[in-house]
């Protein structure tokens, strides 16, 4: 079935199939694109009969056949969800200056915002997976993962950054998001030395496994 036949609910629904690995399978490693004549190979060795997913061996093959349809309704959701974070934020700031006038910031802490930004997290990274310099999807993560301050959510960022770097060497956006996790992780984190010596390892096997692409 060709790529303009999929329905927005069947789009969904690969998303949903897409984001649900993602979070099922967090040592996922490396992704790749699949030929369709390929996957009937790939699934009956695995025991799957998913045609658009290969998950094993913490590895991701995901159908060239439905990219621009997954691509499509990834970046809708996504934008969707960042517009409804900033009206709420929006909301926020107004009823501060209205009740609280010291109060001008909406709190990072409350239900609704925690929400919003779990599902920026979540279909962010199933957006860059499909395209990796979307500036907006970096840029909202950066936001979330500043809010939070976590040592454990920028490592995360590191292994999100090194996947979407598996398919796409030459990602600016990737590369520079990892400079900048690793830059926020430098005065609360006590094993950078050995984060940084991870770095350049990573550099050197990319530019091994693609020593003709990156040329």
């Known amino acids: ?5 999929y329905s927005e609910g069947r789009a969904l629904t690969l ?36 045609m658009n997913f290969w998950n094993r061996d913490h590895k991701l093959g995901i159908s060239t056949q439905v990219l621009l349809p997954l691509y499509r ?18 909301l926020s700031v107004e009823r ?7 109060m001008l910031l909406p709190s990072s802490n409350s239900s609704p915002y925690e929400v919003l930004e779990d599902e920026i997290m979540k279909h962010s990274k199933a957006l860059l997976l499909l395209n990796s310099d979307f500036g907006t999807a970096w840029n ?47 005065g609360n984190c006590s094993n950078v030395q050995e984060i940084v010596g991870k770095e350049s390892e990573l550099v050197e096997n990319i530019a091994e496994e693609n020593k003709w692409a990156l040329c």
């Open 140 to 186: 909202a993560r950066k936001l979330v993962l500043s809010k939070k301050q976590s040592t454990s959510a920028f490592m995360d960022e590191l292994l999100l950054a090194s996947l979407v770097l598996s398919s796409s060497p030459k990602s600016e956006q990737a590369w520079s998001h990892r400079r900048w996790v690793i830059k926020n992780m430098a």
């Open 73 to 90: 309704v990834a970046k809708h959701v996504f934008m969707t969800t960042i517009d409804e974070y900033k009206l709420q934020s929006n």
């Open 1 to 5: 079935m060709g790529e303009e036949l």
């Open 96 to 102: 501060g200056k209205i009740g609280h006038e010291n």
């Open 15 to 50: 998303l949903n199939q897409l984001e649900r690995i993602l979070e099922t399978d967090v040592l996922i490693d490396e992704v790749g694109f699949i030929h369709p004549s390929q996957f009937s190979g790939l699934n009956e060795d695995a025991g799957d009969e998913n």
